[in-house]
Each structure stands twice: as structure tokens, then as C-alpha cells.
């Protein structure tokens, strides 16, 4: 008989056969709960006729219970203490909606520990603790499922693990934080400053809590972390990841990169190398004329290169209430569907086999290879071949070199392109440049993204 290699690691954990009720309790009843509460109730029969069985709210934690009151009405019962959820007896799965990484892993720890399934949104939780949540669940044989964690609406972990599944994934790049790109695409389009773009933003329920997040890039790389995972096979390797945000970015950088026909976007990218993985989260310059260019406002977008299916692209609203209460409640419609089966196809790096994967590194900064975007202020105009011929001689391959548009109050800059070099030689050259009696200012430097095979 056939034996997946996934289900031989350990003895199968069977439930009988499903078709009672799925009672869910909820862990928070913010934007994220409250949105699912309401799909929940809005769209019953057909999620019930999808799951094949009802799906009922039984209990919710709250904070504020007066306020958690007035959402959701009679019929649900609410308590202040998230624990009492995390274990109560008449809750098959515990959804954890409440976000942080403190109390989040002690009650999804205590949910597993007493034999509940988890649906969470969380996903700082997961990328810093999912080795030891999902190693916990995979023991108790129930699932950790987390589509809302990564690019909301966009069913891209579903698209992995399945619609994927014969493929070997070469790399995965996305927009996949809603708020910073809300913001760049605010700052470009209307002129808005960046804290005024930022405060829409947090008005509109799209920043986390603590907003430093999203504009640092560091949920942008907890969402890279885990569809790293998921497309590698490689373990959670968050703390390796570089991680870069929007804060740093100057104005006069974006304006040039549409000079040289480039839109700035904040993007994760993990590639896949023969040393390992790349897992970087920075602003990088995207061709305007490609897709990945045209994604605006809290939109997210993630292409995905893979042998045999080629390059896919898979868009949607990146942030906001239901629409991340849509991923929640179709990780409960898989929940009621696949409650008996084994749970370990629900470990993201052990989605693909893993004794061949597991030992994949993440590859050092040094060592990532790509195109760069070089701005480099100069003395006069003429200077221009003084700053490709430092390059050249330092063997980068340059490709392009212009004089920026005149700005008022601002002296000369050449801009350069250049071909794939490794970012250990380029910052040497960088360096060598800036010493140069030419330059007179910081050199300005950001990766550039063909986002092609
Ligand atoms: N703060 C997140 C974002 C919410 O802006 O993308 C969705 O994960």
C-alpha cells in the first residue's frame, strides 16, 4: 500500500467520522473578529454547505465585553478571560484573533494542549513561535491553519500547498504588507506626507497595533517567514531574514526611479539558491510597466516561480476586516472538512518533504545577487563618467547611467543601473565611490526587481 512519506513519520491520529456542529470559540473581537463574525452570520448556509457542516460561534473573549456585547447580540456567550475559551470543553477549534506574541502563545498552546484545532490571523505569533505551535500540534494531532496571516483576501497558502503541489518552487515575491504600500501609493499619487499617509492607513484599520511593524518591514517579513515554509520546505527562519522598511526612503528616490521607468514597492522575496534561500524584505525598484507596479494602495500581490506551472500571480486586498474574516472562515470550512485527517499537512515546512529541505540556510545579505540602483551626488554635471568608470573598475556591470531631473535646492546626482552583482562586491564599490573627490554627497542604493523567470 501507498504510505506518504508525511504520514509514516508517526501513527495516524483518527476522529470520528465529522458531522456534528463546528463550535468555534473566538479570542478577540476587533477588526479582524468582528469581521468575522459578521461573514460568519451573513454568508451561514453556504458556508455550512461548503463545510458540510454548520459553523456555529459558541464563546468569544473580549476586553471590552460592554462593546464585544454590542457586536455581536444575544446568543453567544462572552467572557473576559481568553483562557476559559482556549480550553473550554464545548470549543472544537479556538480562533485567535486577538494578535501579539505573549498571551497569543500561552492560549494557543493551552488550545492545542486540550485537543482543539487553531485558526489565526497571527501572524507575528507564528513566525517567531511557530516551530514550537506547530511541533505541539502535529503531537496532539490537531491543525494550526493561518491563511489570514499572509496577504489577507489572497488564498496564497492554499495556492502553495495545493494548486501548486507538483511544482518545485523557485521563489516567491510579494507586496505583502497593505499599510506601507497604502502609504507609497499615497505619497506618489497625492503628494501626502508620510505620517498623514500613515494615519489614513491606521483610520482605515490596516497597521497593526503597533505600526512600527508595517513601516519597518517586520510583518512583511513574519508574512515572508511563512511562505518561505510553505514554498521551501525550509523551517521558520524569521530572526535570519533581513528586513528593511519604508522609513529610510527618500522622496528623491522615488521620483528618479520613475525617471528611469521604476516604481519603488516594499517587497518580500525568497529565492531560492544552490547555498540556500534568500529572505530579504526591502523597498526595491519594480520595471513601472510590470503587474507587480500597477498594485496600489492597501492591495497585495505575490508572484510566485515555479517549474512546471511558470510564473503565477495571485491579487487581493491585503488588509482590512472581512476581508482578512474571509481567509479566517475558509481555514474553518478546511478545519470542518479535514477534522480526522492528519494534521501535519498543516505544517508549513512539512508541506513539501522535508528530510531533502530542512536544511536549507538562509543565505547572508553578502551573498544576494541582484540588480541595483545606485544615486550618486556629484559636484558638476560632467563628473558623470568619473562615477561609472569607479564602478566598472570595481567590476560592477553597469547598464544605465543619467543625470537625474534638475531639483530645485538640490546639486547634481547620477543616477546608475546596474546588471546582477553580489551585494558583498557592490558594497565595496559603494564604498570606494564614496570616497571619491567627485562625490559629494551619501550615495543612495536600493535592489532592483525584474520579477521575470
Ligand atoms: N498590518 C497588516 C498590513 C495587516 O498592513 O498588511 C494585514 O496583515
Request: aromatic share 4%; net charge neutral.
Amino acid at each position: 500500500m501507498y504510505r506518504d512519506p508525511v504520514e509514516s513519520l508517526e501513527p495516524l491520529h483518527h476522529r470520528p467520522a465529522a458531522i456534528r456542529t463546528l463550535r468555534v470559540g473566538m479570542i478577540g473581537i476587533g477588526t479582524v473578529g468582528s469581521g468575522t463574525f459578521r461573514v460568519l452570520a451573513r454568508n451561514r448556509a453556504d458556508i455550512a454547505a461548503r463545510a458540510g457542516r454548520s459553523i456555529e460561534l459558541v464563546i468569544v473573549a473580549a476586553r471590552n465585553l460592554q462593546r464585544a456585547a454590542g457586536i455581536l447580540g444575544e446568543g453567544v456567550a462572552l467572557t473576559a478571560d481568553a483562557m476559559q475559551v482556549a480550553t473550554h470543553p464545548d470549543v472544537d477549534v479556538v480562533v485567535e484573533v486577538a494578535g501579539g506574541t505573549g498571551p497569543a502563545r500561552e492560549w494557543v498552546l493551552a488550545a492545542i494542549a486540550h485537543g482543539k484545532h487553531v485558526v489565526t490571523a497571527n501572524k507575528a505569533l507564528l513566525a517567531v513561535h511557530g516551530a514550537e505551535i506547530f511541533a505541539a500540534a502535529r503531537e496532539k494531532g490537531v491543525i494550526v491553519a493561518y491563511e489570514g496571516a499572509v496577504a489577507v483576501s489572497i488564498p496564497i497558502i492554499k495556492a502553495l500547498r495545493e494548486g501548486l503541489a507538483a511544482n518545485r518552487i523557485e521563489w516567491v515575491a510579494g507586496i505583502i504588507n497593505g499599510t506601507t504600500n497604502f502609504i507609497l501609493s499615497k505619497m506618489r499619487d497625492e503628494g501626502l506626507d508620510f505620517a498623514a499617509a500613515l494615519a489614513q492607513a491606521q483610520a482605515l484599520g490596516y497597521a497593526e497595533a503597533d505600526p512600527t511593524f508595517d513601516i519597518e518591514g517586520i510583518d512583511a517579513a513574519h508574512k515572508l517567514t511563512l511562505l518561505a515554509a510553505n514554498a521551501f520546505g525550509m523551517p521558520l527562519r524569521f530572526a535570519d531574514a533581513q528586513v528593511e522598511g519604508i522609513t529610510a526612503l527618500q522622496g528623491v528616490d522615488v521620483a528618479c526611479a520613475e525617471q528611469l521607468g521604476y516604481r519603488i514597492k516594499l517587497l518580500g522575496v525568497a529565492r531560492r539558491q544552490a547555498a540556500g534561500v534568500e529572505l530579504r524584505v526591502q523597498p526595491v525598484l519594480v520595471p513601472a510597466t510590470h503587474l507587480m507596479a500597477q498594485v496600489n494602495g492597501s492591495m497585495n500581490a505575490v508572484m510566485v516561480k515555479s517549474d512546471a506551472a511558470g510564473l503565477t500571480m495571485y491579487y487581493g486586498a491585503g488588509a482590512g476586516s472581512e476581508q482578512t474574516a474571509s481567509a479566517v472562515i475558509a481555514d474553518l470550512v478546511d478545519v470542518a472538512r479535514l477534522d480526522g485527517v492528519h494534521a501535519a499537512r498543516h505544517v508549513p515546512h512539512l508541506g513539501v518533504h522535508a528530510h531533502a529541505t530542512n536544511a536549507l540556510a538562509v543565505v547572508p545579505r553578502a551573498a544576494v545577487h541582484t540588480s541595483h540602483y545606485l544615486r550618486v551626488p556629484v559636484h558638476a554635471v560632467g563628473q558623470i563618467q568619473a562615477v561609472a568608470a569607479c564602478l566598472a573598475e570595481r567590476k560592477v556591470p553597469v547598464r544605465q547611467v543619467a543625470l537625474a531631473a534638475e531639483r530645485p535646492g538640490a546639486g547634481p546626482q547620477v543616477l546608475v543601473l546596474t546588471g546582477p552583482v553580489e551585494q558583498g562586491a557592490l558594497d565595496l564599490a559603494v564604498h570606494a565611490l564614496q570616497a571619491r573627490a567627485e562625490v559629494a554627497g551619501a550615495v543612495a542604493t536600493l535592489r532592483v526587481e525584474s520579477l521575470e523567470g
